[in-house]
């Protein structure tokens, strides 16, 4: 797609029956400490099927087009914006409207394209890394020489995950829906994958020797997984939530907790301010992106759609076959 002579741009936008469809709209103009960035591929999350479905409203400040992250050129620069110029590489997590050839992203939330990555690659970044290290490295204070124990594994954030946490010198245990799923991660570094559908990952891990010495869990599924993480915890461990894939309701007894002096946390990327997440960004390039540079850290791409296979590319994603980031290339 061109961006056209009459300064428009292309958006994929939810209609009132949930379904997809591809429109034009004014090309908007970044104001105060914004970049307008030409979109080359932006990433797909389950917070993009959860806002199409309504379950996921997205804040009144925010674009209504879906699209949380993309990669791309800066076109223009705002307002009071002198750390990006005209043409720099970048993947930012945007304040909605990804979903386009053209998407205004906050000058804060944004980070160069590392070196050797493609826009493909760069485009499932953002929200990953944004995810991973509020919950992990911020929330669960990950410190050295601790045992990480992943849900999730085979997402976009679980093998981001994985590799920023083996990268940082962690051993890491993780869980995915199937053995191919499995044996993937355990080459991406995960030590040993659990196929939560055929075994017990608190068993597994009991036998393995690991019960109760698992420092760091970061858990998006819940539900009945909320106990076998408590039970797992090593004292003074940490658990994070980012998602109730399982179910966001269980009973639990609690007084593991009191016993091993445990901490339970949670968060949402999004409904943190600009300033939390920009805080966010400065660490992630100080602590995270010499990995990339060095080729520790690679993202893990499952599949790419064009703008038009919008649809397509969320029924893949429902659809839970995916490994690592499905991804939109304009």
């Known amino acids: 797609m061109q961006h056209s002579a009459d300064q428009r741009r292309y958006v994929a936008v939810a209609s009132d029956d949930k379904s997809l469809s591809i429109q034009r709209e004014p090309l908007p103009a970044p104001g105060p400490g914004e970049l307008l960035i030409r979109v080359h591929a932006a990433g797909i999350n389950r917070a993009d099927l959860l806002q199409r479905k309504g379950l996921y409203p997205p804040p009144p400040d925010a674009s209504p087009v879906l699209g949380l992250e993309v990669a791309g050129v800066v076109?223009?620069?705002?307002?009071d914006v002198d750390t990006w110029r005209e043409g720099d590489r970048v993947c930012a997590l945007t304040h909605g409207g990804g979903y386009a050839d053209y998407a205004l992203a906050p000058a804060g939330q944004s980070l160069p394209v590392p070196a050797g990555l493609s826009m493909v690659q760069a485009a499932a970044l953002p929200e990953a890394l944004l995810t991973v290290w509020h919950n992990v490295f911020q929330r669960c204070a990950l410190r050295a020489g601790e045992t990480v124990f992943i849900h999730g594994g085979a997402s976009g954030i679980g093998t981001l995950a994985i590799a920023m946490c083996r990268a940082t010198g962690h051993d890491v245990y993780t869980t995915a829906g199937s053995e191919e799923k499995c044996r993937a991660l355990e080459t991406l570094g995960a030590i040993r994958a659990i196929n939560y559908r055929t075994e017990d990952f608190e068993a597994v891990l009991t036998e393995l020797g690991l019960k109760e010495r698992i420092d760091v869990i970061l858990d998006m599924a819940g539900g009945d997984f909320i106990q076998k993480n408590i039970n797992i915890a090593a004292p003074e461990g940490r658990i994070a939530y980012i998602a109730f894939a399982r179910g966001s309701t269980a009973e639990v007894n609690f007084v593991p907790l009191l016993?091993?002096?445990?901490?339970?946390t949670g968060s949402t990327l999004?409904?943190?301010t600009f300033a939390q997440k920009a805080v966010m960004v400065e660490e992630i390039l100080?602590?995270?992106y010499p990995f990339f540079e060095s080729g520790a850290i690679v993202p893990v791409i499952d599949r790419v759609f064009a703008l038009e296979d919008v649809a397509d590319a969320h029924d893949y994603m429902h659809s839970g076959v995916h490994m690592g980031k499905i991804v939109l290339q304009m």
Not at 75 to 79: H, L, S, T
Not at 259 to 264: D, G, N, S
């Open 270 to 272: 999004r409904a943190q």
């Open 259 to 264: 016993l091993k002096r445990l901490t339970i």
């Open 75 to 79: 076109q223009a620069v705002g307002p």
């Open 286 to 288: 100080a602590h995270i």
